[in-house]
Each structure stands twice: as C-alpha cells, then as structure tokens.
C-alpha cells in the first residue's frame, strides 16, 4: 500500500507540475492514440498494478479533470488508516528541531494520531505564541488574537 501511495502522489505532482495535462487528455486536440500514448507514460514508471488500472479506469471513465481530486480524497483515507494527522502551525519566530518534536508529540497524543505530519511557517504578526491547524480545525494560541480579545472585553 505505501508503494502505491507514494506512486499516486508522483502521478499528482505531474498533474500540479503541468496543469495542461488534464485540459490535453480531456480535450478534442489530441486523437485517442496520442492520448493514450501520454496514459502509458504517464504509468509507465508505476510498479503496483492497482496504481495502473486506477489511472486507466479514470481516463477510460472520462474523468481525468478530477485525477487530482481522487488522488486527495485517496490520500485522505490513506492518512486516516495509518493515523497520520497533517497540521501546520504559524509561529513569530522559526521554530527549532526541540520545540518542533514536541510539539508534534503533544498534538498527536491529544488527536490520537500515531504520526503528525507538521510543517511550520513564520509569520512575525502575530507576535508570539502559535497557531496551529489540522483537518479544517484551529488552535490559536498566538499574542495578537489574545490582545484583540482583551480589546473586545475592554470595549
């Protein structure tokens, strides 16, 4: 199965990589043959079987728009079987490997995820503190929005 995954994510970074792909697939530009030329190299590399017939079954079905779609929604399913749990955070200043770790232990035993998947941008507005995300749900424990909250009480 990781094979698999990291084989679908190879095939999405093409469709990131070149957003024409889908629009020339789809399209009346191309002729079947060409089109189907592009499908085989496009698996060619892909060792899993099942990796293969997905993508062929896609075109086949006439669905190669939503390649990218299918592929995340996959991977979300996938990261949920395996316990794994992506999140960003925000922080004013760059965090360090220390802080990074255990923030990542902290999160994953109050989500109950084996793995937490953790990248981290700086953004110096919000003064302090961080802000973290995961699965369309936000922890703001930064600086600014605790000030604008005093102002709010103080109003």
């Known amino acids: 199965m990781e094979t698999g995954n990291a084989e679908l994510m190879a095939i999405k970074a093409v469709f990131h990589n070149d957003p024409s ?7 009346p530009v191309l002729d079947l043959k060409q089109k189907d030329s592009i499908i085989n190299s496009l698996i060619d590399g892909a060792t899993s079987e099942y990796v293969k ?15 990218v779609a ?14 794994i749990v992506r999140a960003s955070v925000v922080t004013a200043v760059p965090m360090n490997d220390e802080e ?13 995820a084996k793995t937490v998947d953790l990248s981290a941008k700086v953004d110096s507005s919000i003064i302090g503190g961080a802000i973290l ?13 605790k000030i604008k909250e005093v102002r709010k009480l103080l109003s």
């Open 100 to 112: 990074k770790d255990k923030l990542t232990q902290t999160f994953a035993q109050r989500v109950g």
């Open 21 to 27: 792909l889908s629009m020339a697939l789809a399209g």
């Open 70 to 83: 299918i592929i995340d929604e996959f991977g979300k399913l996938y990261d949920k079987k395996q316990g």
């Open 133 to 145: 995300s995961s699965d369309n749900v936000v922890y703001d424990g930064s600086v600014r929005t």
């Open 53 to 67: 017939n997905f993508v062929k079954m896609v075109y086949d079905y006439g669905r190669i728009n939503d390649m």
